[in-house]
């Protein structure tokens, strides 16, 4: 079950790139607005979005299982910070079924909004960044607040948990949490000179399904033990 997370993230990624992907010569408006975002037809919004909610599904699916197997290891830890690690690896796999949709869609729907208010303000840039601001003030608190809490649980939980070796993986498997993963993909469009912008876009997404890789080692690990 715990492979329901490729399909799902193969989704997310191809919505990512429909987000992320931007004219090399794109430039910054105001904070997170570019004049990429005006380059970004509906249609690209739409196929994210309906990636998002099939991804959060196979996400779902994926994650459960893990959750369960988490909870087994939590019982048998004996270490009072290996379960405050466990505990928080669970909370963050479980944010992240909430998350996921709630992200990618709030991600698309403000790219769109900014498009959208350009357009009825008359291509005015002023006017349109003035509303939009409007429009992402409501949502700042909730749509970085969600995105951090469970990336951050799930980056913490996930390194600590591989370098004090109570999940018995390589060392090297620390640069499978997902935020790292989207590190080395920027560090990789800081390096590489591509002709568009947006290349690590997917890289987060890609990510999860390398953790969850590690994670169904670990399974393995377990049932190769109970035999």
Avoid at 201 to 207: I, P, R
Avoid at 215 to 227: F, I, P, T
């Amino acid at each position: 079950m715990m492979l329901w997370v490729i399909p799902g993230m193969v989704v997310c990624m191809i919505g990512d790139y429909c987000m992320g992907i931007e004219p090399k010569d794109s430039t910054e408006i105001s904070g997170m607005i570019s004049t990429g975002w005006l380059t970004i037809a509906d249609w690209r919004i739409a196929v994210s979005n309906a990636g998002g909610l099939i991804g959060t599904v196979c996400y779902t699916l994926a994650a459960l299982p893990f959750v369960r197997f988490l909870r087994v290891k939590l019982n048998e830890s004996k270490s009072t910070w290996d379960k405050i690690w466990i505990h928080m690896f669970i909370a963050g796999l479980i944010l992240g079924v909430m998350s996921f949709l709630y992200f990618h869609l709030e991600c698309g729907t403000l790219i769109h909004n900014f498009n959208v208010i350009y357009g009825a303000a008359g291509g005015d840039i002023d006017v349109a960044v003035s509303m939009w601001n409007r429009s992402y003030m409501v949502q700042v608190i909730p749509y970085w607040a969600t995105f951090f809490a469970f990336e951050a649980a799930v980056l913490f939980s996930w390194t600590a948990l591989v370098i004090k070796g109570t999940f018995k993986l390589p060392k090297i498997w620390i640069l499978g949490s997902p935020m790292i993963i989207a590190g080395i993909g920027f560090l990789l469009e800081l390096i590489i000179p591509w002709n568009f912008n947006g290349f690590c876009s997917g890289f987060e997404s890609f990510g999860w399904i390398v953790m969850f890789m590690g994670g169904r080692l670990l399974v393995k690990q377990a049932m190769q033990k109970e035999d």
